[in-house]
């Protein structure tokens, strides 16, 4: 099973479908058009079958003693709001977003800086696109390489993010 992080610049397609899910998944957010900016996404692929990246996914959340919140639908909800909208546009094969929380890492990283609230729920994505259905991919928010080398709770979670999304494209 081949799996690789894929640098954040993306074609034009996978951008796009990027910036849709995360905007949808995280009320508030912007997605811009374009290039990814450097310390915004970190996408893996895998061409293991959706099913078999998102189980990965939620085990290895769960080998790590966090607890799963809520695994949201996005591509279904993707469908039902786009007919509503009058397009009938397939961005996603399958998308699904897995909300998860350690209380040990949250707590170091709000008590270190309140504002990282924002960070709470952690979120990682699984998706499959309509033209590229051989490979599922994988995709969390990088922690800005600022807060990495000035923090060691952020350089933690960009570890432990890294670590549960290369886990679950090696299935």
Known sequence: MA?????????????????????????????AAGPAPTNGYAVYESDSSFEDVLDGLKLAIQERGMYINNVMHMGDMLTRTG???????????????????????????????PARIVNCPFII????????????????????????ESSAVMHEIADMLKD???SAVSW
């Not at 990027?18 to 508030?28: F, I, N, Q, T």
């Open 83 to 113: 007919k509503d909208l009058g397009t009938d546009e397939t961005l996603y094969t399958h998308a699904q977003s897995v909300e998860f929380c350690s209380a040990v890492l949250s707590r170091k990283m709000l008590a270190e800086a």
């Open 3 to 31: 799996h690789n992080l894929l640098l954040v610049m993306q074609p034009a397609t996978h951008l796009r479908a990027l910036a849709l899910l995360m905007a949808a998944s995280l009320p508030g957010a912007v997605a």
């Open 164 to 166: 549960v999304a290369s």
């Open 125 to 148: 994505a699984v998706y499959t696109l309509p033209d590229d259905p051989g490979t599922t991919y994988v995709v969390h928010r990088q922690i800005p390489r600022t807060e990495i």
